[in-house]
């Protein structure tokens, strides 16, 4: 007698193991995250944030200003991306790194110039509601 494979049901549990699965490698990974920010920062230090309604209103500003953003965060991405190679490079040339890093550093900075305005005029204006 030949039996039928219940094929629905093989695939729910290949989908359930699966799940089980990212939900392991989800969980080390924040455990990770958080080692290492201990590590770095250590152990008596708090993550500090602003409430989540004032974080949902500068992501607003954030969105509302990405045009004039978004160039500078591209020039920090490619400071970065040129960082990232000339650290790498073999043979690797000291010199030409620290520029790099100079370089994403300036523009780091630069970025931070253009949000400031952004986020001390919304802060201002959420402390006058």
Request: aromatic residues 4%.
């Amino acid at each position: 007698m030949k039996t039928k494979r219940n094929w629905g049901r093989m695939a729910l549990i290949a989908v359930l193991a699966l799940s089980l699965f990212g939900n392991a490698v989800t969980l080390g990974a924040v455990m990770k995250i958080r080692a290492n920010r201990q590590a770095l920062t250590g152990p008596g230090v708090e993550t500090v944030r602003f409430p989540r309604p004032l974080r949902r209103t500068l992501n607003a500003a954030l969105r509302d200003n990405a045009a004039q953003l978004r160039p500078a965060l591209q020039r920090l991405a490619a400071a970065r991306r040129a960082m990232v190679e000339k650290g790498t490079a073999r043979p690797f040339d000291r010199a030409a790194t620290e520029a790099a890093i100079q370089a994403f550093r300036a523009e780091a900075a630069a970025v931070m110039t253009e949000l400031q305005p952004i986020l001390l005029d919304t802060l201002e204006r959420e402390a006058a509601n």
